[in-house]
């Protein structure tokens, strides 16, 4: 055993303030803050920002699901788990580290006041220590995770994805551009179907292709509020509920895998389609309807 998978000097670090300071931090990488703070981003903050936020989340959450099932690659011991939230799913790649380099690394590059860059870039770094300290990830987890997020960000941005996608649009139209994803999305979800997270991954993907196309159908406007920061905030706050109860709904479909092509694959994926939608084109378009709720200006 090696310093990258020996959690053996862990136990000695804790204290009670570091303890409880990682156990909430943790918490800033399940999907439960993911997608709340990422509505209320898109609906409160910066549409633009946020919409690439969540297909840059949905990306590399499919990757590192994939990626999960197929090294199988089990987890530290359950001796240094301070975490129950696991699961059954494998260690390497961190899911917590990768999307958490995703994420704020993304919204740091989006800011330009240097506190503000360093405290995002130090809430990514605070999330993968926290996987370590609650012993549930190895340093070669973390380390993986922190490479692959590191790389799908910086491919994103250097490649200009989300430009592309625009070109890709104009060029071919909306229904062409979806057929030629799903394809790609099928081929990757065949590949998965039969590992222990497939119904996961193909409900990621789902929600991928519904966050997409309910952005593109609303033209790409969004939200922007206007009036009483106050009244801002409670629309923005009854916004992300919306989408929390749209979560709940949308995650009984998951509960009903069972190892077929339409438990695993077909229901997944079209359940996170409907959140999809739901959060990108339902809930904008319902803001909108309010007297402070406005289009924004349209954009990726």
């Excluded at 260690?91 to 990768?98: L, N, R, Y």
């Excluded at 229901?267 to 409907?274: I, Q, T």
Aim: glycine share 12%; net charge neutral.
């Amino acid at each position: 055993m090696t310093i990258m998978n020996d959690l053996s000097w862990v136990p000695a670090l804790r204290t009670d303030v570091l303890t409880l300071l990682f156990t909430n931090v943790t918490l800033l990488g399940y999907q439960v803050f993911l997608f709340l703070f990422l509505s209320f981003g898109f609906y409160f903050w910066r549409t633009k920002a946020f919409y690439q936020a969540g297909l840059l989340l949905f990306l590399t959450a499919g990757i590192n699901l994939f990626l999960k099932d197929f090294y199988q690659d089990p987890r530290p011991d359950a001796i240094y788990a301070l975490d129950n939230k696991t699961g059954n799913s494998f260690g390497w790649p961190s899911g917590h580290a990768q999307m958490a380099i995703v994420l704020w690394g993304w919204l740091a590059l989006q800011v330009e006041k240097t506190w503000l860059k360093t405290s995002l870039w130090t809430v990514a770094a605070l999330i993968c220590m926290s996987r370590i300290y609650l012993g549930v990830h190895d340093i070669g987890d973390v380390l993986g995770g922190v490479t692959l997020g590191a790389f799908t960000l910086y491919a994103w941005v250097k490649l200009d994805v989300a430009n592309r996608l625009i070109t890709a649009l104009e060029s071919y139209g909306l229904p062409r551009l979806v057929l030629v994803l799903l394809g790609v999305q099928v081929i990757y979800m065949g590949m998965h179907f039969g590992g222990t997270l497939d119904f996961v991954g193909s409900w990621m993907w789902g929600l991928m292709m519904g966050w997409f196309v309910g952005h593109e159908l609303d033209a790409r406007r969004g939200v922007e509020l206007q009036g009483h920061l106050i009244a801002r905030f409670g629309i923005c706050a009854v916004g992300a509920a919306l989408v929390f109860g749209a979560l709940i709904i949308s995650g009984r479909v998951l509960g009903l895998a069972d190892d077929t092509i339409t438990g695993d694959i077909l229901a997944p994926y079209g359940s996170g389609v409907a959140f999809g939608l739901v959060m990108s084109l339902v809930i904008p378009w319902l803001i909108r309807l309010l007297p402070f709720g406005h289009s924004g200006p349209e954009g990726v």
